[in-house]
């Protein structure tokens, strides 16, 4: 099969996994127990001709299927509909919190893989001996710990050494760009070493086992038997071919780091998409819920789309 047909294979599979999860996140949260109105109208006075009139500009008058209707249509102009609790539309709201999540997951991909693929290298080597088995062990003790509970334990043991909450100081809303550059960094180092520690554990592990059985294939021991050095054997050879299985693996595993960058923004208070759905559950807000679920969607799906696509441009024998 060639380019142009596995893209536009890969492509139609994600409209419809896309169609289905617009329907389900359209449901999902209006199955909640509690009603945003009625949460509205706990902290002010409202007439009933007002909370009449609060359900018509939210279009919670109308029937069920109407709704739906009116979200798809919404939708297909990024149109995310009003926010309950914060009165504003959700999609700039949401879009503003996205760029925060973005910087603090692709910061921490970018370290897990790399620390990761080189610490599996090291143990795929070393197959089998005390530095593999240090290894190994580590990485399994930190996969197996829930992501909150090594955030509270950050938290509580660099508290007063670092910020364990928000993105920025405030006080320094005059001091110069380097000053707040710096700033920023000492804020996300918390929240990004809890995500990077959770995902080298799989990185590391997935990196190993490659290595590992590479280096039992009959072009290894040819290059070995040239007097190839082991610099040259594992960044000619071994990386190589190792590079497939971890390029799709760290598609695979971007939706499952979200939901961890989700803990740790509560946790850190970073002012994220996670964060943010936090809020919005707490208050039933379901246009702001919905809308950062349907953005989340559409990352993961983008990326695993790309990651689809790098795979075929990576190893052409791919098929569908």
């Known amino acids: 099969m060639n380019m142009r047909k596995y893209v536009i294979r890969r492509f139609i599979d994600s409209i419809g996994t896309l169609f289905f999860i617009t329907v389900f996140n359209f449901f999902l949260f209006r199955l909640m127990p509690g009603d ?29 299927w109407q709704q739906f209707f009116m979200y798809i249509k919404n939708l297909l102009t990024f149109d995310l509909g009003l926010s309950f609790a914060y009165q504003t539309e959700a999609g700039p709201l949401i879009l503003e ?13 970018i370290l897990a893989m790399t620390i990761g693929t080189l610490l599996g290298l090291l143990a795929g080597w070393f197959h ?34 670092l910020p364990i909450s928000g993105m920025r100081t405030l006080t320094l809303y005059s001091a110069s760009w380097f ?25 590391l592990i997935l990196a190993r086992n490659e290595v590992s059985n590479i280096l039992t294939q009959d072009y ?25 299985p971890l390029v799709s693996m760290g598609g695979i595993s971007f939706a499952f780091l979200v939901g961890g960058s989700i803990q740790a923004e509560i946790i850190f ?31 993961v799906l983008i990326v695993n789309f790309l990651t689809d696509i790098a795979y075929k441009f990576l190893d052409p024998r791919v098929e569908y």
């Open 220 to 244: 290894i021991n040819t290059a070995r038997a040239k007097g190839l050095r082991p610099r040259q054997i594992i960044f000619r050879h071994v990386l190589r071919n190792a590079s497939l």
């Open 36 to 64: 945003p109105i009625a949460l509205m109208i706990r902290t002010r006075r409202f007439t009933q001709s007002m909370v009449a009139r609060f359900e018509q500009i939210y279009g919670l008058d109308k029937p069920m």
């Open 128 to 161: 089998g001996k005390p530095i593999d088995l240090s290894l190994i062990g580590t990485s399994l003790f930190f996969y197996c710990m829930p992501t909150f509970w090594i955030a509270m334990v950050f938290a509580a043991s660099f508290a007063g050494i």
């Open 179 to 203: 000053v707040k550059l710096l700033d920023l960094v000492k804020h996300i180092m918390l929240p990004t070493i809890v995500i990077t520690i959770l995902y080298i554990g799989e990185m």
């Open 269 to 299: 208070s970073w002012p994220g998409v996670g964060r943010l759905m936090y809020n919005a559950a707490l208050a039933r807000d379901y246009t702001v819920l919905q809308g950062c679920f349907y953005v989340l969607s559409l990352t």
């Open 97 to 109: 919190k996205v760029g925060n999540s973005i910087l603090l997951l692709v910061t921490a991909i």
